[in-house]
């Protein structure tokens, strides 16, 4: 009687164990992130944005509901959006994602805001950056720092002026 207690016991840590170690989540991927990259920013700048594609390798809808990072604050899902011909951010509560289709978080459009940089982001440097889904789940990413002046040339500083201006000057003084 007390032996069986006792493996049953030792199971259940076994299971525990196996369930603690896998990174994440206990089942088969619902998403993938690929192509994670994060717009660095001169020192004086404390926010910066993620950028990354999305794909859902589920067969249903997922929802993204929010973002995390051990480097800023305060971390938010945001848009772009154009107001009276004036285009500002904006924070999305989620972002549902249609089954096999890919999302893309790029500049102009959706990105993962990081407000209130923790430390100074090094050019090539590594970011970990998670979505978390409406079950729970958490999806890690590393997104690699690019240097401010190597974006993409249709990015034009479209961040430039949004947030209180606390983009401003984002895209002056190259190293
Ligand atoms: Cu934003």
Known sequence: ?????????????????????????????????????????????MNTAAYMDVTNMSERMITIVAAESSVAEHVELHTMETVDGVM???????????????????????????????????????????????????????AIVKHPMDMDADDKGSHKGSHKGSHKGSHKGSH
Not at 94 to 105: A, Q
Request: with cysteine; net charge neutral.
């Open 1 to 45: 009687m007390i032996k069986s207690r006792v493996c049953v016991a030792f199971i259940a840590a076994i299971t525990t164990m196996l369930i603690v170690t896998r990174p994440g989540v206990a089942h088969d991927p619902e998403i993938r992130i690929d192509n994670a990259w994060v717009k660095g920013m001169p020192p004086s700048v």
């Open 88 to 142: 500002r951010m904006a924070q999305l509560p989620s972002i549902e994602i249609n089954p096999g289709e890919t999302v893309l978080f790029e500049p102009g459009g959706l990105h993962v805001m990081l407000i209130g940089l923790t430390r100074e982001l090094q050019t090539d440097g590594h970011v970990n950056i998670s979505l978390v889904l409406a079950n729970g789940d958490r999806y890690h990413t590393r």
